[in-house]
């Protein structure tokens, strides 16, 4: 949902409506970390290196805090039954090569350390992504 430049609304309420009761929706999206910060800094401070590298698109996602993002699932009428930071190794990847491994989209050994980590001392800033667990309610009688 985070893709959607109307934002998560319409998609949440057709979840619930597709859900039969006691369903469960698993929702995921990107949140906002320290390191995120630390790049906009950057950008902010140093506009000539931004401007050197490749634009991004007009929209590409919208990173959704937490709360925002359990709100809007409960404004769609599911339960949320947990919420909970994770992909703390994957924060650190855009923050420097050191951290990236070989692979496409891959973790160095010292970006996981690095995750692991950031997910002990501060879990919600160096999380790269926010899992919501929800359920539709069975009917109220």
Known sequence: VEHFEQGPARALAEAFRTLRPGGVLVLSTPTPNVVEALLDLRRRLAPRRAATKAPRAEYFE????PRALAG???EAGFDVLRVAPYAHSFTFYALHRIFRGPGYYESSRLGEIAGRIGRRIAPWWTAFECLIIARKPFARI
Do not use: H
């Open 62 to 65: 919208t990173q959704y805090t």
């Open 72 to 74: 809007f699932a409960r």
